[in-house]
Structure formats: structure tokens, C-alpha cells
């Protein structure tokens, strides 16, 4: 059966690692959108807007959802819009590979 550590745990990663997971995945999106020189937005969470910066903003549901839209690529070929599509896996492979790297060197 589950108990209440379970719950807590249950919490810690829908209020905390999965929204750090989704910025990361959508900052890997946002980031070769920029490179190739593409106007993008990039929105974390569902609901009313909390705080907007240029094309970043965090919205009341900051849990639920993440979202990167992009447009108007300068280098606009396959290769460019791949790289586009596949930076979020990109970031997120890249985060997991420094996540392992600080866990092996015990820091």
C-alpha cells in the first residue's frame, strides 16, 4: 500500500522535478530556435501569466505544461528545423549525462 512518504514524494515531483525537467527540455527547444536565428516563445505552466520577461513567461501552473512556439528560422532547411525539434532531447540527455558525471565524482 502506499503511505504518506509516498504522497510527499508524489509532491516533491510534480510541484518541483518535473517543472525543472520541463524547463530544461523547453530551454533545449527555445535554445536552437535562437541559434538559427528563429523568433520563438517559451511558456512554463497552464493559467494566468505570473511573470513575463521577452519571450520567457510563468504562468500560475507552473506544473502542468510547457510549451515552446517558434518561427521565421533564418537557416530555414530539414537539418535546422531536426535540430529545432530534437533540442529538447538534446538538453535533456545533456542534463542527465552532468547529473551522472556530479554523482560519480561524489559531489
Known amino acids: 500500500m502506499f503511505g504518506f512518504s509516498d504522497f510527499v514524494g508524489f509532491?516533491?515531483?510534480l510541484l518541483l522535478i518535473y517543472p525543472v525537467v520541463s524547463l530544461i527540455h523547453e530551454l533545449g527547444h527555445s535554445f536552437f530556435a535562437?541559434?538559427?536565428g528563429g523568433k520563438f516563445t517559451f511558456s512554463l505552466g497552464r493559467g494566468k501569466t505570473v511573470f513575463k520577461k521577452g519571450p520567457f513567461s510563468l504562468n500560475s501552473m507552473y506544473f502542468l505544461d510547457?510549451?515552446?512556439e517558434y518561427e521565421q528560422l533564418k537557416w530555414n532547411?530539414?537539418?535546422t528545423h531536426f535540430l529545432v525539434h530534437a533540442g529538447g532531447i538534446i538538453f535533456n540527455l545533456g542534463s542527465i549525462l552532468v547529473l551522472n558525471i556530479l554523482i560519480s565524482q561524489g559531489s
Request: aromatic letters at 24%; a positive charge.
Open 11 to 13: 509532491l516533491l515531483a
Open 66 to 68: 510547457a510549451f515552446c
Open 34 to 36: 535562437w541559434i538559427f
Open 77 to 79: 532547411n530539414r537539418l
